[in-house]
C-alpha cells in the first residue's frame, strides 16, 4: 500500500509540484492525482519518481503496510 503523506513529502522536499511530477511521468495532472489515491504506480513510473526524487528506501514508500 502506497504511502500517500511520505510520496507528498518527498515532492515538497524535492521542490516539485503535483503537475511538474505529472509532466515528469508522462500523465496528466488528474492521472497522478487518482494514481495517487489508488496507490497504483506502474514499475517504470516507481523508477522515475525514486530516481528523480532521490528516495533512499523505496519500499517504505511504495510498500507501506504490506501484509507478508
Same mark, same amino acid.
Given at each position: 500500500?502506497?504511502?500517500?503523506?511520505?510520496?507528498?513529502?518527498? =515532492?515538497?522536499?524535492?521542490?516539485?509540484?503535483?503537475?511538474?511530477?505529472?509532466?515528469?511521468?508522462?500523465?496528466?495532472?488528474?492521472?497522478?492525482?487518482?494514481?495517487?489515491?489508488?496507490?497504483? =504506480?506502474?514499475?517504470?513510473?516507481?523508477?522515475?519518481?525514486?530516481?528523480?526524487?532521490?528516495?533512499?528506501?523505496?519500499?517504505?514508500? =511504495? =510498500?507501506?503496510?504490506?501484509?507478508?
Amino acid at each position: 500500500m502506497l504511502d500517500r503523506k511520505a510520496l507528498k513529502a518527498e =515532492f515538497v522536499r524535492n521542490g516539485y509540484t503535483q503537475a511538474q511530477i505529472a509532466e515528469m511521468l508522462n500523465i496528466s495532472q488528474k492521472t497522478l492525482i487518482a494514481r495517487m489515491k489508488s496507490g497504483v =504506480f506502474g514499475t517504470d513510473e516507481v523508477a522515475i519518481l525514486v530516481e528523480k526524487l532521490h528516495i533512499q528506501n523505496p519500499m517504505e514508500i =511504495f =510498500f507501506a503496510n504490506q501484509v507478508t
